[in-house]
């Protein structure tokens, strides 16, 4: 027995939902979506579910997980009660849910709290660069264990325990029983789906939106390996120094083109964009092109003058190491990848 | 026995040839007696064989023809007509169904379809040799017209005869008018209320001088047919004079000890004796409810308006046409229903509309706040097990503009529709769709599941399977439960007894026919309209208003009425009055009469359908149709079983 929570829809609306309410229940949101079947039929199940507010319902499925927004449910909406946008926010809102500190829903909710979180951030990297006197060597040199220590620390402390918590509410909670040789031989299709997306193939618009998504998350891993691993910023070896070149450049590149269509509403999936929406790609943007000019101001030998910038890719890089990768959309990374694996372990042990 | 018959076999197209072999039947049939001419057409109702039709009436001097075809519901009045425009007497004109009755019914047997068809014809050939020629039953029609009930429907139906020239006499019931609608509020898609409604028609209606209203009325007493109806009506005063101080009524209504239940909001609140329902309600001299007061004369102490010794009157009236406009009740939910009358916060939509009318910033049902309402759908309609199968169209657009008028009016309200389907037909969708975009939530379950209302720790739950949430049980706390009831005849059925007004299986009046004589009942001269013949929004008791009154026009507009001729007769010199064809009769169309000194049966013309009902149970064999008499009958019988 569940109790209905008519408060429920607009607690979503703060996490970008529009007129969820407007459904009559005819179901050709599902009947049109391409990846919906008979194992996960969605979405119009998670819109009725918003709507008579069962939190318990949507936070046990993977369902928004599933979806990669293609948009055709929305446009095909008779009663216009976006469909789309609804699984979108349920993506938020399940975020939301997964993390344990509480700060997910605070960014997600409030706009005030996200700038004061990147202001506060951008206060202390420059405190930082103060007391180092800007010195470029001491920069450089922490800027690279801060990276090191951020993904450490974000990892263990942040996005593990909100993993387990994701696995407990959609796997262990609706009492899936899987051995270990389960979760051990589903793990094939976590790795697959984290690095290709391939799920995304099965949307029926542009397969050219997968393309560019692909590479960029190639781009922005390869790029993360390279300024952590092979020490970009520092290194002498010629190979590595044009390949952080070219990595940095595919991802600014690339969100460059999802910035313009943001702005441009000229597909269903980039008509309505959330704030976290545009600090995910905006950020990711000035990632690339920062790290890029950085190098090649070092490359060039005028960093020394120009540390400014080096300080701004310093600025953007903390606020997206530890707001948006932790709290924000960068997240989805993870939660879609497991979403897939959780949902193989659970078609397996059924 | 010397008539000139045509006789003419229609193909159909194929219809009917392609079974029977309509060359067999022609040959079969041109030798019969008194048969001048037969003939096969490929379409009978073509207007070329239509002509020939009449140029072979004409030229062969034709008395008597048989068309063999379709059904005659479908032609009959074609080739009635076809023989009044060649001057033949219409009656002198006999339909044989061969295609229904023959080609489609045995389509499997062809030998067998066209010997069939051979008797059909043969027995059509053996009534038209019978058959004489009629003139309709002419008699005077009054023009004036009675109007009972003035709610919206009669009122407008009492306008429109009165613009089109008919006295009218609207009756009605209560002290006010108006009827149900005055007890709502705004209505739906139009910004008005009920109220303002109905006091535009009673301007309109009190327009004009030909409408006569008698308030306090009812009908006593009828007599008489179509076009010269005779009416008692009782008049019960209202103890009023005509002027009225308001200042001393209210003193009178302050000092009235006499308190009951105020029906006019279905006993959620209590009213005196001395009342109106409400301040500007017409006419605007309030009434007195005699059943309930005492005669203690406080009133008249203190109001010099009050006359507690008028009497009740009887006014004789006579109509060409009676028009009935009596209205519905509120489906009176069974003890237990849901909850109904077991817990104290489940009320029916009537009652809820009444509470909404007089919570003005805050929505409190005995003393405690409302937040959460239930609604609860199709009670006391669409029952499979209960006697009301049907849908009583109004309660889901009602209903749900409620919803959105409580939401809006107050705040923080939270509506749950527990619905089997919703029916916001027509032009009323655009409420579902603005009460769903408000955020009231819509939950379905099919009749066999119906939603559970229940206490439990003194919250009241409403828990239903959920269709569109793949039968999900759901349960929400209710603070108010309204049962979204439907309409229901009127409990009191005197003006349908009295006037023989046959009623459907669902208990309201019953027209002719529901497509095509939709206003029409069996009683000549008796007309329906508004939710006295079904459920029906105010738009539809609207037309049908409109439909009646221009019917019930139809009827008195000339002063004289034709009827058809084929009724009962009496033969004086056989009948010695027994009095079993008057009980037989469903119309009320025989009496006694007195003859030579001896009591004989008379047969109003007028009143009688020609159903044949009075034949068989007089044991004199006094009584015959015109136009389907003894002699016609058996020579038809003769013609279909020749070897008996």
Known sequence: MARINPEFSDELKKYGAFDANACYNCGNCTAVCTLSDEDNSFPRKMVRYSVLGLEGEIQASLDPWLCYYCGECSTTCPREANPGELMMSLRRWLTAQYDWTGFSGLLYKSLGASVTGFLVLALAVIAFGFSMDFRMADLLHYGHYFEMGAIALVASVILLPNIIHMWYQTVRKPGTEAGLKTYFTCLRDLLVHMFTQKRALG?????????????????????????????WFSTQSMFIIVLGYFESAVIFVVTFDFVRRRIQKDHEISKHSHSSDWFFVVWLFLMGLFSFLVRLFIDLNVLQQNMWLFMLQLIVLVQWALLIVPFGKWTHFLYRSFAMYFQEIKLAAN | MNKKIGVYICHCGGNISDYV??????????????????????????????????????????????????????????????AERAGLNKYNYVHANIREQGSWAHSDN???????????????????????????????????????????????????????????????REFFVGGRVSQWDDLCITPETGKELVTRLYDEVMKHKHVTLFTGAELAEYSGSVGNFSLKVKVTPRHFKLQCDPGALKKAIEVCPVEVPD???FNITMRKAIYHNYPSEYPQLPAIDMKNCTRCGACEKVCDSIDLSQKEEIINLKVGSVLVATGFDPYEPKPGEFGYGEMDN????????????????????????????????????????????????????????????????????????????????????????????????YLQ????????????????????????????????????????????????????????????????????????????????????????????????????????????????????????????????????????????????????????????????????????????????????????????????????????
Request: net charge negative; with cysteine.
């Open chain 2, 263 to 265: 029906e006019f909001n």
């Open chain 2, 110 to 172: 062809k030998p067998g379809a066209t010997e069939k068809a051979i008797k059909l014809v043969k027995s059509a050939i053996a009534k038209v040799r019978n058959a004489e020629a009629l003139e309709p039953v002419k008699v005077e029609s009054v023009k004036a017209v009675a109007v009972i009930g003035a709610g919206v429907a009669g009122m407008r139906a009492a306008i429109e005869l009165a613009e089109a020239g008919s006295e009218v006499f609207l009756i009605e």
């Open chain 2, 445 to 644: 379950s099919f009749e066999h599941d119906p939603p559970v209302v229940e206490n439990r720790n003194g919250q009241t739950i409403v828990k239903i399977k959920d269709v569109l949430t793949a039968d999900k049980e759901l349960e929400v706390v209710a603070d108010l439960v309204v049962l979204v009831t439907g309409m229901v005849p009127r409990k009191d059925n005197s003006i349908g007894s009295l006037l023989k007004i046959p009623r459907g299986r669902d208990k309201f009046f019953n027209e002719i026919h529901m497509k095509l004589r939709p206003v029409e009942t069996v009683i000549d001269g008796v007309t329906i309209a508004g939710a006295g013949q079904g459920p029906k929004n105010i738009m539809e008791s609207m037309n049908s208003a409109l439909a009646a009154a221009t019917k019930s026009f139809s009827l008195v507009a000339s002063g004289a009425l034709e009827l058809e001729p084929t009724v009962a007769k009496v033969d004086t010199s056989a009948c010695s009055w027994c009095g079993k064809c008057e009980e037989a009769c469903p119309f009320s169309a025989i009496d006694r009469v007195g003859q030579n000194g001896n009591s004989i049966a008379h047969v109003n013309a007028s009143v009688c359908k020609g159903c044949g009902m009075c034949l068989p149970v007089c044991p004199e064999n006094a009584l015959d149709l015109i136009g389907l008499s003894d002699v016609d009958m058996e020579s038809m019988i003769d013609a279909l079983i020749p070897n008996i």
């Open chain 1, 203 to 231: 949307c029926d618009d542009n397969q050219f939106r997968w393309f560019e998504h692909f590479i960029l998350v190639l781009g922005y891993l390869s790029l993360l390996f390279t300024t952590v691993f092979l020490d």
């Open chain 2, 21 to 82: 072999d309509v060359e067999k039947v022609r040959q079969s049939v041109e030798s019969e007696a008194g048969v001048l001419l037969s003939k096969t057409t490929l379409f009978a109702c073509a207007d070329s064989n239509q002509q020939e039709m009449v140029d072979d009436i004409k030229d062969q001097h034709l008395d008597g023809i048989v068309v063999a075809s379709c059904s005659p519901k479908l032609h009959l009045l074609t080739f009635r007509a076809v």
């Open chain 2, 346 to 441: 489940v009320v029916t939509l009537p009652q809820f509309k009444r509470i909404v009318h007089y919570c003005v910033d805050k929505l409190t049902y005995k003393g405690k706040e409302i937040k959460n309402i239930a609604y609860i759908y199709c009670v006391g309609s669409r029952q499979v097990d209960g006697e009301n199968k049907y849908c009583s169209r109004y309660c889901c657009t009602s209903n749900i503009h409620t919803a959105i008028t409580v939401k809006k009016k107050y705040k923080n309200i939270h509506n749950f529709h527990f619905n089997r389907g919703i029916r916001t037909y027509g032009k009323a969708e655009v409420w579902y769709d603005e009460s769903s975009r408000l955020g009231d939530i």
